[in-house]
């Protein structure tokens, strides 16, 4: 036994010191977008980052989202979303194929015992005579062990913990992306839900109208014409009405599945998106830190490194592989004399497996894994030219939405005032209905589009959050 063990040490000790890694040297590509973001007129109302600003990856999202209503639904989601706990079970499975891989590296040793009995009948024994046999064996040992001479199972174990490291980012996307969803799902809400409250006040004051409008009939004061359309405006309200309470109810069930459970009904109560739409502030920063933030990004590079750990594991398989395979143990005829001195078994079985003739298969699968290895650069060369114009995108949202939103601030005003007039106006006789009603049309339009640039601007807030790589973690976590 003790010279089995001495033969395990040896076998243990030659795959530490003979190990060696053919993983070609990483090197990050270049990125493949500019050092700084778009500049135009779509950018000049983008605010300055300020020095010692908190990027969007530091700040957890509870800073970022201060409603508390908000709060609520996020905190529920991740708790419950099935998308994000699929994330998570995909990092559990990684996890455990890596410890599967990273045990390859080392010996599997057990132990056994056996024990037989036979029976020689006088017919068939040698002897002539009947006779009964026992023997019993008891031992451990290792089978198949392969020395990692020439790295194929560090590369393989590499690529596994590469795998594993993609993985996790990919959660922490899907996490952010998950934020960032229930926050829009939120916000389209309360929207829908202004939307809805000024297709109903618009309603009763067309409904108002279309009173006036027949009793001025009655007495010879509008025509046919005028009711007909003082009609329409008022079946067009009851349209829109309707629109919107399909859309209020299609608004709660998208956030009833983001949110994976039933949302209590005092987190839905009425709001609007200026008291609860306000979100923080965020810097852009430079494109350079979306390499060191984004998850995706991350996530893409792990995989680039894993595609490069695959070529040292298809290159090791050009070289011999040495396997060992070793036993020790006892064997004895009598149980009692099983581990009596003298008993004592062991065998040792180095084999070698040296390549010859494979009809170019080995060529093959290390050309695939260096194509496999361009792709991956590509996705990731990719997923950087994806971030940066989704940036771009949002920044360009950002930078002019402001201005949108003042100027459709003063068109409601003027709307307002210009259909206060025109009904003074058609009220005496002055104007016809057809001035009331391109009036009424127009409040009604820039009522609604006020409501949607709110909209946009919560919104770009919260796609900034997430294209910049926003953070996840609770605030004790953040920093």
Same mark, same amino acid.
């Given at each position: 036994m003790s010279r089995f063990i001495k033969l395990c040490s040896l076998s243990l000790l030659a795959s530490a010191l003979a190990g060696c890694s053919l993983i070609p040297q990483y090197q990050q590509p270049a990125s493949p977008v500019a050092a700084q973001w778009p500049s135009g007129p779509a950018y000049l109302g983008v605010p300055a980052a300020k020095a010692g600003s908190t990027s969007a990856d530091q700040l957890a999202w509870q800073q970022f989202f201060t409603d508390p209503a908000m709060r609520q639904l996020i905190t529920l989601a991740l708790e419950n979303n099935r998308d994000l706990r699929v994330a998570a079970l995909n990092i559990e499975a990684a996890r455990a194929q890596y410890q599967i891989t990273k045990a390859d590296l080392f010996p599997s040793v057990s132990a056994s015992g056996s024990g037989t009995s036979q029976r020689v009948p006088a017919s068939i024994s040698s002897t002539g005579q009947e006779y009964i046999s026992h023997s019993y064996t008891a031992g451990i040992g290792f089978s198949a062990y392969e020395l990692d001479v020439f790295g194929r199972l560090s590369s393989l174990k590499q690529q596994a913990l590469e795998n594993y490291f993609s993985l996790e980012e990919t959660r922490r996307s899907t996490q952010i992306s998950l934020?960032?969803?229930?926050?829009?799902?939120?916000?389209?809400?309360?929207?829908?839900?202004?939307?809805?409250?000024?297709?109903?006040?618009?309603?009763?004051?067309q409904q108002a109208s279309y009173e006036l409008t027949r009793r001025k009939l009655e007495v010879g004061a509008a025509t046919e014409l005028d009711l007909s359309d003082a009609d329409t405006t008022v079946q067009t309200a009851l349209a829109d009405q309707a629109s919107y309470q399909r859309q209020v109810a299609q608004d709660e069930n998208a956030l009833t599945l983001l949110v994976g459970s039933s949302i209590p009904p005092d987190i839905l109560q009425a709001g609007d998106l200026e008291t609860q739409g306000r979100l923080a502030d965020l810097p852009a920063g430079l494109p350079s830190e979306l390499l060191q933030r984004r998850p995706d990004i991350l996530a893409a590079e792990h995989?680039?490194?894993?595609?490069?750990?695959?070529?040292?594991?298809?290159?090791?398989?050009?070289?011999?592989?040495?396997?060992?395979?070793?036993?020790?143990?006892?064997?004895?005829?009598?149980?009692?004399?099983?581990?009596?001195?003298?008993?004592?078994?062991?065998?040792?079985?180095?084999?070698?497996n040296l390549p010859i003739f494979n009809a170019g298969s080995l060529s093959a699968n290390l050309e695939s894994a260096k194509v496999a290895r361009d792709i991956t650069v590509a996705k990731y060369e990719k997923a950087i030219q994806t971030a940066f114009g989704e940036v771009a995108d949002a920044l360009a949202v950002r930078g002019?939405?402001? #201005?949108? =939103?003042? %100027? &459709?601030?003063? @068109?409601?005003?003027?709307? *307002?005032?210009?259909?206060?007039?025109?009904?003074?106006?058609?009220?005496?006789?002055?104007?016809?209905?057809? #001035?009331? =009603?391109? %009036? &009424?049309?127009? @409040?009604?339009?820039?009522? *609604?589009?006020?409501?949607?640039?709110?909209?946009?601007?919560?919104?770009?807030l919260v796609t900034l959050y997430k294209v910049l790589g926003g953070g996840w973690q609770a605030p004790e976590q953040a920093g």
């Amino acid at each position: 036994m003790s010279r089995f063990i001495k033969l395990c040490s040896l076998s243990l000790l030659a795959s530490a010191l003979a190990g060696c890694s053919l993983i070609p040297q990483y090197q990050q590509p270049a990125s493949p977008v500019a050092a700084q973001w778009p500049s135009g007129p779509a950018y000049l109302g983008v605010p300055a980052a300020k020095a010692g600003s908190t990027s969007a990856d530091q700040l957890a999202w509870q800073q970022f989202f201060t409603d508390p209503a908000m709060r609520q639904l996020i905190t529920l989601a991740l708790e419950n979303n099935r998308d994000l706990r699929v994330a998570a079970l995909n990092i559990e499975a990684a996890r455990a194929q890596y410890q599967i891989t990273k045990a390859d590296l080392f010996p599997s040793v057990s132990a056994s015992g056996s024990g037989t009995s036979q029976r020689v009948p006088a017919s068939i024994s040698s002897t002539g005579q009947e006779y009964i046999s026992h023997s019993y064996t008891a031992g451990i040992g290792f089978s198949a062990y392969e020395l990692d001479v020439f790295g194929r199972l560090s590369s393989l174990k590499q690529q596994a913990l590469e795998n594993y490291f993609s993985l996790e980012e990919t959660r922490r996307s899907t996490q952010i992306s998950l934020v960032a969803e229930v926050a829009n799902a939120y916000l389209t809400l309360l929207a829908d839900r202004q939307h809805l409250q000024v297709a109903q006040g618009t309603l009763k004051s067309q409904q108002a109208s279309y009173e006036l409008t027949r009793r001025k009939l009655e007495v010879g004061a509008a025509t046919e014409l005028d009711l007909s359309d003082a009609d329409t405006t008022v079946q067009t309200a009851l349209a829109d009405q309707a629109s919107y309470q399909r859309q209020v109810a299609q608004d709660e069930n998208a956030l009833t599945l983001l949110v994976g459970s039933s949302i209590p009904p005092d987190i839905l109560q009425a709001g609007d998106l200026e008291t609860q739409g306000r979100l923080a502030d965020l810097p852009a920063g430079l494109p350079s830190e979306l390499l060191q933030r984004r998850p995706d990004i991350l996530a893409a590079e792990h995989d680039l490194k894993a595609a490069n750990a695959n070529i040292g594991a298809a290159r090791a398989k050009f070289f011999p592989s040495i396997s060992l395979t070793a036993s020790a143990g006892a064997s004895s005829s009598n149980l009692s004399d099983l581990f009596k001195a003298g008993s004592g078994t062991w065998s040792f079985s180095p084999s070698i497996n040296l390549p010859i003739f494979n009809a170019g298969s080995l060529s093959a699968n290390l050309e695939s894994a260096k194509v496999a290895r361009d792709i991956t650069v590509a996705k990731y060369e990719k997923a950087i030219q994806t971030a940066f114009g989704e940036v771009a995108d949002a920044l360009a949202v950002r930078g002019t939405v402001g #201005t949108q =939103l003042r %100027a &459709q601030q003063a @068109l409601v005003q003027s709307s *307002q005032r210009s259909l206060q007039l025109s009904e003074a106006r058609f009220k005496v006789g002055v104007d016809s209905y057809l #001035t009331l =009603l391109v %009036a &009424q049309r127009s @409040l009604y339009s820039a009522q *609604q589009n006020l409501i949607s640039t709110r909209l946009s601007q919560a919104s770009n807030l919260v796609t900034l959050y997430k294209v910049l790589g926003g953070g996840w973690q609770a605030p004790e976590q953040a920093g």
